[in-house]
């Protein structure tokens, strides 16, 4: 584009004003991406030097006293902890030195915890070390300001919930996690304030609901079907959350929300469109009391109830035309799921929830004109006849005829958008 500057001003296209405009742009823009870099590399840099001192300790360990093991056991804690203040009282304002230094100390305060364990054979497992490093470091997020600090420690609280709840079950509980979830989510709010349109904001975007997701399932106990009800309310509320003004502003790759809630509702209205799950649902003897005050039913409730307080407030002065019909399901399968404790019908009423939730996706994606929605809504259908050939009595041709059906449905959509793609052009 620069390139061609002169010759546009030659040509009288442009004005010079406008010229100089475009140059401090891509000058500007130029910059941006630099600043991109030097982060990232310098945080790349902080980890392969931290963990470099590591190997280069571990390699002659064994020929160490215990007080130089303690020495260098707190060494990169100390190297960590200098750096760290450097970049407070003299690089305060540059991004690259915060967030590497507070890389660094992050992996340096894992190393001393581990080392000092080590040499004065401290006892422990995986799941108390890596509570005590989080907790450790949460200060850290906020003090550096830190957002791969942030992401960090949000890698480290799901692997805490994943190694508590579902490799030691049911030995643990995993209500830190939840605790620990909310201690990070003021500065997720306040990236989203200052910088609203960064790679830092579209990793929490990310991160954030795909950890919640794998944290939810360590809640069950005793009543695990309550927690279809719970999950399927969680997508549901990532649907409406990807839905507001912020993320639907966003590119599609940066709002983790819609995709991980609308795949999610898809996947698990998909598993419960078989017959299994229902029989065994009428044959559980239930006790109303246990049930109510039990985790899940509790966990189920809160959820259910936040996602339709944030559905009530988001459909406020809207025409019911604007509705999206993915933002009613969980609302759907609660009342489908209650009559599936009684009645065999539940498993016909869950197809058709996922043949509608199909169909609208595949009109939704012709009337915005966008591939990607039509095929995503064809895929759906598609799914479900998959799953209806591994779970009906019907006879080779009518499964045959059903995948033709879909093939050609696949054939005249995408034909039909492009050439009306190709009117519009002409």
């Known amino acids: 584009m ?6 546009l001003l030659k040509a009288g296209i442009i004005s010079p004003e406008t010229a ?8 500007d823009k130029a910059g941006q991406s630099q600043n991109r870099l030097f982060i990232v590399f310098g945080i790349l840099g902080a980890i392969l030097v931290g963990l470099g001192i590591i190997l280069i300790i571990a390699h002659n360990w064994d020929e160490f006293s215990r007080t130089v093991k303690t020495i260098f056991s707190f060494l990169p804690l100390l190297v960590g902890q200098f750096f760290c203040a450097f970049a407070l009282l003299r690089k305060n304002n540059s991004n690259a030195w915060r967030e590497s230094s507070s890389a660094f100390l992050f992996f340096a305060v894992g190393a001393s915890i581990s080392l000092i364990s ?7 497992n995986i799941s108390a070390f890596i509570l005590t490093w989080m907790l450790l470091c949460l200060p850290l997020v906020y003090l550096m300001r830190s957002s791969v600090t942030s992401l960090l420690y949000l890698i480290g609280i799901t692997f805490w919930a994943a190694d508590t709840g579902y490799w030691t079950y049911p030995s643990a ?7 620990m979830l909310l201690a990070v989510l003021p500065h997720y709010y306040l990236l989203k304030k ?8 579209i990793f929490h975007n990310w991160f954030i609901p795909l950890s919640i997701t794998i944290a939810l399932g360590t809640v069950a106990r005793n009543y695990e079907e309550f927690m279809f009800i719970a999950y399927i309310s969680l997508f549901g509320l990532f649907c409406l959350i990807g839905k507001t003004t912020f993320l639907q502003s966003q590119k599609s790759s940066n709002n983790g929300y819609l995709p991980i809630g609308s795949l999610g509702t898809i ?6 469109s078989f017959t299994w799950f229902w029989e065994d649902l009428r044959r559980m003897d239930i006790s109303f009391l246990n049930a109510i005050r039990s985790p899940e039913f509790l966990t189920a409730l809160i959820i259910s109830s936040l996602a339709g307080a944030v559905f009530i407030r988001q459909r406020k002065n809207k025409f019911v035309s604007e509705l999206n019909p993915m933002e009613l399901v969980f609302i759907i399968f609660i009342i489908i799921f209650i009559i599936g404790l009684y009645f065999p019908i539940a498993v016909i009423l869950v197809n058709l929830l996922v043949f509608s939730i199909g169909i609208f996706t595949i009109r939704l994606g012709a009337r ?9 809504g064809l895929l ?4 479900l006849v998959v799953c209806r050939f591994f779970d009906t009595d019907l006879s080779f041709v009518i499964r045959g005829i059903l995948f033709v059906g879909v093939g050609l449905g696949f054939f005249v959509a995408n034909s039909r958008m492009l050439k009306k793609r190709q009117e519009h052009v002409k």
């Open 2 to 7: 620069q390139k061609d500057i002169p010759e």
């Open 20 to 27: 100089e405009g475009i140059r401090q742009f891509y000058r």
């Open 118 to 124: 080590q040499v004065y054979h401290i006892p422990g």
């Open 173 to 179: 509980h995993t209500y830190y996690y939840w605790l």
């Open 194 to 201: 200052s910088q609203p349109a960064s790679n830092f904001m």
């Open 267 to 272: 996947s698990i209205l998909l598993a419960l």
């Open 368 to 376: 915005k004109d966008h591939l990607g929605i039509l095929n995503y």
């Open 380 to 383: 759906i259908i598609t799914a």
